[in-house]
């Protein structure tokens, strides 16, 4: 076994350990903190499979700007996770049912065996003015360009969405009108009131 295929086992063996700590903690902000250390992981075995650009933006947009928003917005709720426990239970069998499904169909797709190197052969490196970002941009715009334009319109939705559920008025909720506030008058919030002194 060489030193590469080493590495990748002890990367995925860690991803694999962070992903069951992501569904397993009861605390939010572990589960965050599990979710950095798997796309860490995922990182670095994208780095081993000579996708740089796929693992620096993993790193940057995922880990830098996505789990500090989970972070700061899981901290900032404080949420009360034993309402959420209390029906664990219950739907426990149906969970079973569903992961063992999903087991199955793996198995079956993937045909999981014991191979050695000449099954799996390691890709030859590339030379060294190989760009992987020029070849992710050809594939995506040409070969995959439908699918990239549908998830374009999906993530617009996606906001459209947010921004109308965030804009959206509760009747519960107050809210200031800026015209009216500039517009007042002093007569009109205050009133001074002539009084004899008092000894």
């Keep these: 076994m ?3 295929l080493f590495v990748f086992w002890i ?3 860690v991803l694999i350990g962070a992903a069951i700590g992501v569904i397993t903690t009861r605390n939010p902000v572990q589960a965050a903190l599990f979710l950095v250390l798997a796309f860490f992981n995922s990182a670095i075995i ?3 499979m000579e996708a740089e ?8 947009v995922y ?3 996505v789990m500090v928003l989970f972070l700061f917005v899981v901290m900032m709720l404080d949420i009360n996770t034993l309402p959420t426990r209390e029906g664990f239970t219950r739907y426990l069998p ?3 049912l569903i992961v063992g499904a999903i087991i199955v169909q793996m198995v079956f797709l993937i045909r999981v065996r014991w191979f050695s190197a000449e099954d799996y052969p390691v890709p030859t490196p590339r030379e060294a003015d190989y760009s992987n970002t020029e070849e992710l941009g050809k594939a995506m715009y040409t070969d995959y360009l439908l699918q990239f334009e549908v998830a374009a319109v999906i ?3 996606a906001i459209i969405a947010a921004i109308a559920l965030t804009m959206r008025r509760r009747p519960e909720t107050k809210y200031q009108q800026p015209s009216e506030q500039i517009n007042v008058k002093k007569e009109d919030r205050l009133r001074i009131v002539s009084m004899d002194p008092e000894n």
């Design 2 to 4: 060489d030193f590469k």
């Design 11 to 13: 990367f995925s063996l």
């Design 46 to 48: 994208w780095m081993l």
């Design 53 to 60: 650009f796929l693992a620096i933006t993993l790193v940057l």
């Design 63 to 65: 880990v830098g700007a």
């Design 94 to 96: 149906l969970g079973a």
């Design 155 to 157: 993530l617009l939705v």
